[in-house]
């Protein structure tokens, strides 16, 4: 670890501890829609503290411009996969019309 370890150290436990949380989450719920919620803090918050801290340890690198650009990717795609996702299920379930939103 580079002289910024701790602070990598700190941001990638915290990430984890989030994605984990999440994934104890989705064990509680029967609902496929309240199961989806816990995905959110890891595309929201989890996957960026591991991202960032990762950066943080790598210094200035290509690497750690890909890891920037793939922690970028996932926090802006995540959200728009889970609502897909959930209006699709709400969809079978036919909690929603199936015809496109107005």
Known sequence: ???AGPLAAI???A???VCVASALGVLLPHSVLRRIHFLTPVTSLGAPLVG??????SGLHLSTALILFT???LVVTGPVLAAATARVAAQR???????SPE
């Open 93 to 99: 379930q036919k909690l929603v019309p199936a015809e």
């Open 11 to 13: 941001l990638v436990t």
């Open 15 to 17: 990430g984890v501890l």
């Open 52 to 57: 960032v801290g990762l950066a943080v340890d």
């Open 1 to 3: 670890m580079t002289s």
């Open 71 to 73: 922690t970028v990717v």
